[in-house]
């Protein structure tokens, strides 16, 4: 088993102990990202949907490090502050997702960190 951390600076810089992204063989394991700005560190979007749309740049960021993309995903967990959004978000979703999207589960969360709307993880393969 190889197992490697991946860091980029295109998406937030872990802020405790755990890794952006860690690749086993030929998984990729993407932690939750939320609408951080990497630039900044400071959250962005009022809405779902912005916020949606700036956690799909993160993941995006750390797939494309890992030499990846959003067709190798094959599982995401969607965690949201709001069932009631889950259209908003769904929709953004779809505009990252093209083709065969992957599996997914999507749950309502009590709470996310920096009170985020969304969060979301991924299991990509490559």
Do not use: C, W
Request: glycine share 8%; aromatic share 6%; net charge negative.
């Amino acid at each position: 088993m190889t197992k490697e951390a991946i860091l980029t600076k295109g998406a937030p810089q872990p802020i405790g102990p755990y890794s952006q992204a860690v690749r086993v063989d030929k998984l990729l394991f993407v932690s939750g990202q939320v609408s951080l700005d990497p630039a900044t560190g400071h959250m962005v979007g009022a809405t779902v949907a912005e916020q949606t749309r700036r956690v799909l740049d993160n993941l995006d960021a750390i797939l494309r490090e890992a030499g990846l993309g959003p067709e190798n995903v094959v599982k995401t967990t969607v965690f949201l502050a709001d069932m009631n959004e889950f259209a908003a978000m769904n929709d953004v979703y779809a505009t990252y997702f093209t083709g065969i999207a992957p599996a997914r589960a999507t749950v309502e969360a009590a709470r996310l960190p920096k009170d985020a709307r969304v969060e979301i993880e991924a299991i990509a393969v490559g």
